[in-house]
């Protein structure tokens, strides 16, 4: 079955990585559905189809009955809610090396709170607790691109950089 | 197994301990009627059809998923029984868009069978009028959401009966739909077999065999129980 998954769009994604050591930790028991979702809705702030496919491959479930959970809850989004988004990773070795301020500054400087979308609906702002990447800490990711270690003046730089890059191409 | 004693409908019945209110009245030939219950499938108690009333109980109860006790006092039929039910056939038909005179299964269908067996005769409920989509992008086989019910027979069997759990349900209350694997189009689903089991147990046009004209579909249900029959004996010589 899992030829069919195409997993190749997600491989080596940080954020990918922590919904597989969650996977990993509960076992892959199929009853840990709704953690694994969690975890992952977490991490990518929205559930895109690969990643549920590859959730289901991994859980030994059946396609439309994850679809059916992650579209019965309304914690679960599967559409990205921004036209980018922004994840900073607040594990602990993130955390200790200032990634708060970095969530600070982005929330004060955007403003957006952080699991929220910008007024102006361009992005999304999310922590996660520990994308697994504590050498680049305090790390971030900005779409599906890793950065680390990061400084709050570097992070908004970067995402304003992506803001205005996306309003020269509209 | 023990027996029970059980007043149905101011009769006194024995039914065997465990049994569901449905299937004892059935085993008495007394007739409930129900849509989302099948036999050979888990019951699920979804549709409600199947309520009774049962003396002590402040609510009515569906009979397909309440078990007989010692000394129930059971009425399957009652004015205000009869009113709810249709009640709830009426908020079938007003949800989606159930077009018997063109539909594949005008004159076969368990949805417009209840209706003229309750006398639905108009619904006093706005009509939704939402304009749902079907999906005819299997070779053999079509889904028109507008006439599903949401009685999950297909779900039940492709998962228990076929084991292949193509369908599922997305979303909740009036948005949920019947979906294939991740809500693709049914024809590029990859767990389907094209076995058609879903399309035979299904009790309207929702699911139907392309091709068929208005009336022509007719539903074999006999398969389902000849099939759990062979597998217990299959199952009974390997153990
Ligand atoms: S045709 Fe068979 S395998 Fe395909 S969805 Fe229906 S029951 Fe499932
Ligand atoms: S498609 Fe048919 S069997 Fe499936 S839920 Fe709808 S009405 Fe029931
Ligand atoms: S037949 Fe009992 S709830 Fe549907």
Redesign the interface.
């Known amino acids: 079955?899992s030829e069919?998954h195409e997993h190749t769009v997600l491989a080596d994604d940080p954020r990918l990585k922590l919904v597989d050591r969650a996977m990993k930790r509960l076992q892959y028991q199929p009853d840990a559905l709704i953690e694994v979702l969690h975890t992952a809705q977490e991490s990518f702030g929205f559930l895109s189809?690969e990643l549920?496919?590859h959730v289901?491959a991994c859980l030994k479930l059946?396609?439309?009955?994850?679809?059916?959970v992650a579209?019965?809850y309304h914690f679960f989004t599967l559409r990205p809610k921004g036209e980018h988004s922004c994840i900073v990773c607040t594990g602990t070795a993130c955390y200790v090396k200032g990634s708060g301020e970095i969530v600070h500054r982005l929330e004060k400087e955007l403003q957006v709170r952080a699991g929220q979308t910008t007024a102006d609906g361009k992005l999304s702002l999310g922590t996660a607790r520990c994308l697994g990447n504590c050498s680049l800490a305090p790390m971030l990711t900005i779409d599906d691109q890793v950065f680390g270690p990061e400084t709050p003046i570097g992070a908004e730089t970067k995402v304003r950089q992506l803001l205005e890059g996306s309003d020269d191409k509209s | 197994m023990s027996a029970i004693t059980l007043t149905l409908n101011e009769e006194l019945v024995t039914a065997r301990q465990g049994q569901t209110i449905l299937e004892v009245a059935r085993e008495h030939s007394i007739h409930i009627p129900t849509l989302c219950y099948l036999e050979g499938l888990e019951e699920m108690g979804g549709c409600r059809l199947c309520m009774v009333e049962v003396q002590g109980s402040a609510r009515p109860v569906p009979a397909c998923i309440t078990k007989a006790q010692e000394g129930m006092v059971v009425a399957t039929d009652s004015e205000t029984i009869t009113e709810y039910r249709r009640m709830i056939v009426e908020l079938l038909l007003a949800e989606r868009n159930h077009t018997c005179a063109v539909c594949v299964q005008n004159g076969s269908c368990e949805l417009q069978t209840l209706a003229a067996r309750l006398g639905v005769d108009h619904v006093r409920f706005d009509y939704l009028h939402q304009q749902l989509s079907m999906d005819a992008s299997r070779e053999r086989f079509a889904l028109d959401h507008n006439r599903c019910v949401l009685c999950l027979r297909c779900v039940r069997t492709c998962d228990a009966v076929e084991g292949a759990h193509t369908w599922d349900v997305r979303g909740r209350g009036v948005t949920s739909r019947i979906v294939a694997d991740l809500d693709r189009p049914w024809g590029e689903s990859v767990s389907c077999t094209d076995c058609g089991k879903c399309v035979q147990l299904c009790p309207t046009g929702a699911l139907f065999r392309k091709g068929a004209t208005v009336g022509e579909m007719v539903k074999e249900r006999e398969f389902l129980m000849r099939l759990l029959e062979r597998r217990r004996a299959i199952q009974g010589r390997q153990s």
């Open positions: 079955m069919h189809r549920l496919a289901a059946p396609e439309s009955q994850v679809f059916g579209t019965f």
